[in-house]
T-cell receptor, first 110, second 113 residues
Framework: TQLLEQSPQFLSIQEGENLTVYCNSS?????LQWYRQEPGEGPVLLVT?????EVKKLKRLTFQFGDARKDSSLHITAAQPGDTGLYLC??????????FGQGTRLTINP | NAGVTQTPKFQVLKTGQSMTLQCAQD?????MYWYRQDPGMGLRLIYY???????DKGEVPNGYNVSRLNKREFSLRLESAAPSQTSVYFC????????????FGPGTRLTVT
């Protein structure tokens, strides 16, 4: 059983559309991170959210941490082909251990 | 600044063979990690080392051993490879502390036949 469930697992949309990716759990996390991974490379951190209800923006990407610190969402406005990649959420348990969701593979078509 | 380096990049093993995956970081981080990534499973923690001289099991440690050789290097050993260990392996490092960014290496793609 995956501790963190991401949905959708695959998403293919046209350039310019908006999209939201969800990361849900029945467990509470002290904080949550979103990573992006390109083919043949390791994941790279996009953002860390710490406080319940927190919203962080990174250009066209908006990240939200649920009030109960059990879920998070990533919203992309006006998606571009450069946004294509695998998006991973990761909850932090204990001191430093990360628990990853299974990932959302996003494809933005020109 | 190389960050996190892993060797080899690709490896094919026969069932029962052994090998060691090497990882080194030049960021003076205290903590290091080994993950495996399988399709539809995200990344799963195999072992981690919170600081030099300590190692702890993660979610999927069976069939693996690790050595924190010094502050820079953290190796992962497969003593008797099995087809179920076919995966992409990532090493990562971070500063100590909750919520610290983990920096990942480029991965090792391992196939066990």
């Amino acid at each position: 059983t995956q501790l963190l469930e991401q949905s959708p697992q695959f998403l293919s949309i046209q350039e310019g559309e908006n999209l939201t990716v969800y990361c849900n759990s029945s467990s509470v996390f002290s904080s949550l991170q979103w990573y992006r991974q390109e083919p043949g490379e390791g994941p790279v951190l996009l953002v860390t959210v710490v406080t319940g209800g927190e919203v962080k923006k990174l250009k066209r990407l908006t990240f939200q941490f649920g009030d109960a610190r059990k879920d998070s969402s990533l919203h992309i406005t006006a998606a571009q082909p450069g946004d294509t990649g695998l998006y991973l959420c990761a909850g932090i348990q204990g001191a430093q251990k990360l628990v990853f969701g299974q990932g959302t593979r996003l494809t933005i078509n020109p | 600044n190389a960050g996190v380096t892993q060797t080899p990049k690709f490896q094919v093993l026969k069932t029962g063979q052994s090998m060691t995956l090497q990882c080194a970081q030049d960021m003076n981080h205290n903590s290091m990690y080994w993950y495996r990534q399988d399709p539809g499973m995200g990344l799963r923690l195999i072992y981690y080392s919170a600081s030099e001289g300590t190692t702890d099991k993660g979610e999927v440690p069976n069939g693996y051993n690790v050595s924190r050789l010094n502050k820079r290097e953290f190796s992962l050993r497969l003593e008797s490879a099995a087809p179920s260990q076919t995966s992409v392996y990532f090493c990562a490092s971070s500063e100590v502390g909750t919520g610290r960014e983990q920096y990942f290496g480029p991965g090792t793609r391992l196939t066990v036949t």
